[in-house]
């Protein structure tokens, strides 16, 4: 039971970072070593509103809050990575 509780909530995070992200795991961006969950290590920092999905920008264009919708988005996406870790001792609690 606890195999199957940890993967459930793998998979439920792993679909928080698809809806940010707009990509799934089987996008054919992910090809070889790459994964949603390193394409999202990837544009944490810096680049966040790059790997956010473009709907959940539509409208905030120009907006002058943007740097406080970036700082939400590396929040969200924290917490999505860190639970979906491969190891379940790794991940958020």
């Known amino acids: 039971m606890e195999w199957e509780g940890n993967h459930r909530e793998k998979g439920i995070f792993t679909a928080l970072l698809e809806m940010f992200t707009g990509k799934r795991p089987t996008d054919e961006l992910f090809v070889e070593e790459s994964t949603l969950h390193s394409y999202t290590e990837s544009g ?14 539509q409208g905030e264009v120009g907006n002058k809050n943007m740097s406080t919708i970036a700082e939400c988005l590396k929040m969200v996406f924290h917490v999505g990575m860190r639970c979906c870790e491969e190891s379940p001792t790794n991940r958020m609690t």
């Open 44 to 57: 944490l920092q810096e680049h966040v509103l790059d790997i956010a999905d473009i709907s959940i920008l």
